[in-house]
């Protein structure tokens, strides 16, 4: 073989070489397992937003809106609190409770004020989770995270 078979073998083999290795780094790395929600939610706090319908003061319709943090317990309690905007603050954490079965998650506490206990019909994916009420008179909508651990009483 001359020189010059030579070389242009080797650069052929280089830029191969380079090719494939540029191919694996642009190749998305597989999405991590979905971690089951009778996983997810036992032993972390769920920080979320829910809209319920209410009516408005001249007639038609409008969006209440409540945000929410919950740390839920293993036993099926939980920690809750909510954002109060007229003092521009969280409530004081009062105990609650909840429930999974499915995927269907409901959450009850007197600090949630005047409203019924609320189930959702709840999709996660990562440390996201979202979802809404299933039939009845009642409709409202969750959107909110996952955090590791207690947030609702980390040192300030």
């Given at each position: 073989?001359?020189?010059?078979?030579?070389?242009?073998?080797?650069?052929?083999?280089?830029?191969?070489?380079?090719?494939?290795?540029?191919?694996?780094?642009?190749?998305?790395?597989?999405?991590?397992?979905?971690?089951?929600?009778?996983?997810?939610?036992?032993?972390?706090?769920?920080?979320?937003?829910?809209?319920?319908?209410?009516?408005?003061?001249?007639?038609?319709?409008s969006l209440y809106r409540l945000m929410v943090q919950a740390f839920m317990r293993q036993?099926?309690?939980?920690?809750?609190?909510?954002?109060?905007?007229?003092?521009?603050?969280?409530?004081?954490?009062?105990?609650?409770?909840?429930?999974?079965?499915?995927?269907?998650?409901?959450?009850?506490?007197?600090?949630?004020?005047?409203?019924?206990?609320?189930?959702?019909?709840?999709?996660?994916?990562?440390?996201?989770?979202?979802?809404?009420?299933?039939?009845?008179?009642?409709?409202?909508?969750?959107?909110?995270?996952?955090?590791?651990?207690?947030?609702?009483?980390?040192?300030?």
């Amino acid at each position: 073989m001359t020189r010059t078979c030579v070389a242009a073998a080797a650069v052929l083999i280089v830029g191969a070489a380079f090719s494939i290795a540029r191919a694996e780094e642009a190749a998305p790395a597989p999405a991590p397992a979905a971690v089951p929600l009778d996983q997810a939610l036992p032993g972390n706090t769920l920080a979320a937003v829910i809209f319920m319908p209410h009516e408005a003061p001249k007639g038609g319709g409008s969006l209440y809106r409540l945000m929410v943090q919950a740390f839920m317990r293993q036993n099926g309690t939980a920690l809750v609190r909510r954002w109060d905007p007229d003092h521009d603050a969280y409530t004081a954490p009062g105990e609650g409770h909840w429930t999974l079965s499915g995927t269907t998650l409901c959450l009850d506490a007197q600090t949630l004020g005047p409203v019924p206990r609320l189930c959702f019909e709840v999709h996660m994916w990562g440390t996201r989770i979202a979802g809404n009420t299933l039939g009845g008179d009642h409709f409202a909508m969750i959107d909110g995270d996952i955090e590791a651990g207690n947030s609702i009483v980390a040192a300030r």
